[in-house]
Structures are given as C-alpha cells and as structure tokens.
C-alpha cells in the first residue's frame, strides 16, 4: 500500500468514525427524548390501587358507558409534556377490544399498550413493557385476552390439523400454539380455554423472562395480572 493509499484509508476510517459519532449521538438523543418526556412524576398508585381502578372503570363500562366522556383537547395540553401511564396494558388487537373503552373511558396518557392479534409477548413486546415500568414507572401489568379470540381460533386449528397458515400470520399464531396444546381435549369449550390459558402464559413469561420486570415485582412496585374479556357482556373477568 502506498502513502497515498495510507492517507485515503485514514481519511475514509476519519470519516467512518465521525459518521459513526454522529450516529450514536442520534441513538443516544433518540433514547433521551423519552427520558425528558418522562420528566413528570410517575404514578402514585400501588399496583394495587391501579388494578382497583381498573376494575372500576369495567364497571363503569359496562353499566354506564354515557358516562365515558372525555375533555381530549384539554387533556392533549396536559399530557403533551410528558406522560405517567398507570397501568400497562398487553392487549389483542382485535378492533372489538380498545383497552382505553373497556376500562371506563380513559383520556389520553393513562394506560401504556401494546397489542397484536392474540396478546403475545415477544421480543418487541417485552421491550415496551419494560419501557413502561421501568422507564416510566407504571405500577401494574395487565395482559388481557378476549372471547372468541380470532388468533387463539387459528392456533386451536393448527393444533387440532396441523394446518399450515399463510405468511407472518402462522408464525405468529406459533407462539400460541403451547397453550393450544396444552388445552387440547380438556373439558369445556376448547377456544375458551386456550384464551385463558394463553393470557395466563404471557403473563408468566412476562415475570420469568424480562429481569427487569421480576425485579420490579419482587420490590412489590409492579403487580402483573391477567384477564379476559367478554365480547358479549363487556365484562373484564380478572383471573390471576
Ligand atoms: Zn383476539
């Protein structure tokens, strides 16, 4: 390699790096964008006081739902600082199922959710929730399943035949599949019991798998629980 061979390498890895600075830097700027809209105060309620309030705005839902009105623009200006959920919630993302209506109504900036078809906690998943009690303090988790669950169908289907689904949708009907398993030929309705089951299962891989979140739990700052809702009645049933 000749000197001016030498010098252009130099240059371009002077260069790699500069670049590669500057992209941290974003990374880095990225990551605290959050941190400063997380400069409100987190929550004081307990978990305990979270999952009461819940259960509450359930009640609300189902019995009084003229009641679930909400000032949004004045809440928008409240909230566009920064943000303290109290309560995150793992939803499907069945169109019948918005968390923020079944539980009474609630504005913007109350609960932290993340949802897909069948409430599973993948990687991406898992990141949020951490995000969301670690980060920006919120006291409970609640994964919620939902009656006549059209991802918990599909998994009960694979596991019956062996059907094969088309595309992302078969892999993502994977991760319900133990539960489906698990459930198969026990009494009482098959769907019924793999929704609960299913609910149950991401739950717990939510408590073993992010250290993060057990750690929180162990310090008694964040409760994980689990439900089912009913299509039919409204009705969130707690379970675990
Ligand atoms: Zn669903």
Avoid at 24 to 53: F, I, M, N, Y
Avoid at 68 to 86: N, S
Wanted: hydrophobic fraction near 40%; charged fraction near 25%.
């Amino acid at each position: 390699m000749c000197q001016s061979c030498i010098d252009q390498a130099r240059r371009q890895f002077m260069l790699r790096s500069a670049a590669g600075i500057a992209a941290g830097a974003l990374v880095l700027s990225g990551l605290d964008r959050p941190a400063r809209a997380a400069s409100v105060p987190p929550t004081s309620l307990t978990p305990d006081e979270a999952l009461a309030k819940l259960k509450e705005g359930n009640e609300r839902f189902v019995k009084s739902p003229e009641l679930c009105a909400l000032d949004l623009t004045k809440r928008r200006e409240e909230v566009a600082k920064g943000q303290a959920p109290w309560a995150t919630v793992l939803a499907c993302a069945d169109s019948r199922v918005p968390p923020e209506l079944i539980f009474g109504g609630l504005n913007l900036g109350e609960l932290f959710v993340c949802r897909n078809a069948g409430n599973t906690a993948d990687t991406d998943v898992l990141g949020t929730i951490e995000y969301g009690s670690e980060h920006l303090g919120s006291p409970l988790i609640v994964v919620i399943g939902h009656s006549n669950c059209g991802a918990v169908k599909a998994a009960c289907e694979v596991a019956k035949t062996g059907a094969a689904l088309p595309g992302h949708i078969g892999l993502m009907v994977d991760a319900i599949l133990p539960a489906a398993k698990a459930e198969m030929g026990k009494e009482g309705d098959f769907v019924a019991n793999v929704v609960r089951e299913n609910a149950r299962r991401t739950a717990a891989k939510i408590g073993e798998q992010s250290k993060i979140v057990s750690h929180l739990v162990h310090q008694k700052k964040v409760r994980i629980a689990y439900a089912v809702y009913d299509l039919d009645s409204g009705k969130v049933e707690f379970i675990g």
